[in-house]
């Protein structure tokens, strides 16, 4: 009995491969995963957990089945067409797996996903229960297409409450709530590099998305230099600048390269280079506090009981907060807010003063946290295989 997952963009965002590894460790079963970059998780050592497989084919206009499919799309209005053309080999696999699993994530937190609304039609057509998995939804995105498209999942699976209750109010009953899957996800300790202070370090991690909302243009690069020139000022303790995705056109390396290059001559802050998913969470684990853009660089915190600042710019940081901690004020800055250069480090010395506070409450309630995602393979079981 095998389980299709998808769609999955590459390991080069290691939230995406984080949720690969921690799915296939929770359900035990194996998995089929269909990616848009073999090789890259290849090199991240996917293929060592589950079996990879491309997700689609690039079309050959002159081949009889893009002709075929011209037709269809052109003269009878089938929107699908070329569609099931390009995925024909996630399509195929489909109706190999017992049950196919749409890595919600945040596929539905930006816009409408229409391509994966028709692809979600075709699996349904082939008769396998489709399940969406792990996701985070903008409450207000909830109608029309979309809504409609949720209606028809055979199960969802929210990851944080805010997506949980807007998905009941909206009708939908079929759903349940769990912790976001890389929760559970291994930690592998490497040697540290020169400059981290293990247990005295802040970990920060950057992304060009949350500089993409910001509302105020520049704000967010001087809210980190005024956070950076604070921590080596006013504290003993040193910074570790940890990428969580490596893609071209989505790279963290890119700020954080700005600035180490602006404070590497303070010989207190180190840039971590690329890992796999494991290999970042230990970094992060042996971090004392960590400020995180990325969701699944909070999880990797969060999880190691490590006090976490989050700079977010959707529902999915305010939910995993509110369920964390009840609240999500003073543990996440929605980045649209940012209109002054010190607020980061305002908020930080805040993490600072509530130290012991947060770091008690995590160790409290972390396991049990934790211990919920047990119940997944059970459900998925049987959802799936009754």
Same mark, same amino acid.
């Given at each position: ?217 520049? !704000?967010?690069?001087? @809210?980190?230099? &005024? /956070?950076?020139? %604070? $921590?080596?000022?006013?504290?003993? +303790?040193?910074? *570790? ?30 840039? !971590?280079?690329?890992? @796999?998913?494991? &290999? /970042?969470?230990? %970094? $992060?684990?042996?971090?004392?506090? +960590?400020?995180? *853009? ?93």
């Amino acid at each position: 009995m095998t389980l299709l997952l998808f769609p999955h963009g590459g390991g080069g965002n290691h939230g995406c491969e984080a949720i690969v590894r921690s799915t296939r460790e929770i359900l035990d079963k194996g998995l089929v995963l269909c990616s848009n970059n073999v090789e890259e998780d290849k090199h991240y050592g996917l293929n060592g957990i589950c079996r990879i497989e491309r997700a689609y084919t690039p079309l050959n206009r002159k081949s009889i089945k893009y002709l075929v499919a011209w037709f269809a799309y052109h003269l009878f209005s089938r929107r699908d067409a070329f569609d099931k053309l390009a995925y024909a080999n996630l399509f195929n696999l489909a109706k190999e797996s017992s049950a196919a699993l749409s890595i919600g994530g945040d596929n539905y937190c930006y816009g409408k996903p229409e391509q994966l609304y028709l692809i979600d039609k075709h699996i349904r057509r082939i008769g396998r229960p489709l399940l969406l998995w792990g996701c985070s939804i903008e409450p207000a995105a909830l109608d029309g297409a979309m809504l409609e498209d949720l209606q028809n999942f055979t199960h969802i699976f929210a990851r944080e409450s805010i997506t949980f209750q807007a998905l009941k109010n909206a009708g939908i009953e079929h759903v349940s709530l769990y912790p976001d899957p890389a929760f559970c996800l291994n930690s592998v300790e490497l040697p540290l590099p020169l400059g981290f202070i293990d247990g005295n370090t802040v970990g920060l991690n950057i992304s060009p998305m949350i500089i993409d909302n910001e509302a105020v243009k520049g !704000i967010t690069m001087r @809210n980190y230099c &005024e /956070l950076v020139e %604070y $921590i080596i000022s006013s504290t003993d +303790m040193n910074v *570790a600048l940890i990428p969580h995705v490596v893609w071209p056109n989505n790279d963290d390396r890119i700020p954080l390269r700005e600035l180490y290059d602006k404070y590497s001559s303070t010989g207190r802050i180190v840039m !971590i280079p690329d890992h @796999n998913a494991e &290999e /970042l969470k230990g %970094y $992060i684990s042996r971090c004392r506090f +960590m400020i995180a *853009a990325r969701t699944h660089a909070s999880i990797a915190a969060y999880s190691s009981k490590v006090p976490t600042l989050v700079l977010g710019y959707s529902v999915k940081a305010r939910g995993i907060s509110r369920d964390l901690f009840g609240s999500e004020e003073n543990y996440v800055i929605p980045v649209q807010s940012l209109k002054d250069p010190g607020q980061l480090t305002s908020n930080f010395k805040w993490l600072m003063d509530h130290e012991k506070e947060i770091r008690d409450g995590l160790n409290s309630t972390m396991p049990d946290y934790i211990a919920r995602l047990e119940g997944l393979k059970k459900e998925v079981g049987k959802i799936c295989f009754s």
